[in-house]
């Protein structure tokens, strides 16, 4: 069983930064590919980035590609998303997830295991 558990989310404004943490629980072989989803009010749930889990290879949705970077802390258990040069249109409840694949997936029906949510609000 895999658990993940948010933390990070909170208002900021326009071109500001903000880093969301996840702590991620259970066997690494059940969550080799972390990754982070947003759904906006009244959007569809959409692809941000992901990491590999052994080595930090990323991928990351073209809109946030040149301002977020996610990482990851294999001795505690954490994926980050720092998020800089933040815009009105990053606001979204922020998911943290994991995917048993072996490879990079921007399906969100490839993640087994999904964290609790957290709200980003960026406005002024």
């Known amino acids: 069983q895999v658990q993940l558990v948010q933390s990070g989310g909170e208002l900021v404004q326009p071109g500001g930064s903000l880093r969301l943490s996840c702590l991620v629980s259970?066997?690494?072989?059940?969550?080799?590919?972390g990754a982070w989803f947003r759904q906006a009010l009244g959007k569809e749930r959409e692809f941000v980035a992901s990491?590999?889990?052994?080595?930090?290879?990323?991928d990351y949705a073209d809109s946030v590609k040149s301002r977020f970077t996610i990482s990851r802390d294999y001795a505690n258990n954490m994926i980050y998303l720092q998020m800089n040069s933040l815009k009105p249109e990053d606001t979204a409840l922020y998911y943290c997830?994991?995917?048993?694949?072996?490879?990079?997936?921007?399906?969100?029906?490839?993640?087994?295991?999904w964290g609790q949510g957290t709200q980003v609000t960026v406005s002024s």
């Open positions: 997830a994991s995917s048993q694949l072996i490879r990079f997936s921007r399906l969100e029906s490839d993640y087994n295991y």
């Open positions: 259970g066997r690494t072989a059940n969550r080799l590919i």
């Open positions: 990491i590999s889990w052994f080595n930090a290879n990323t």
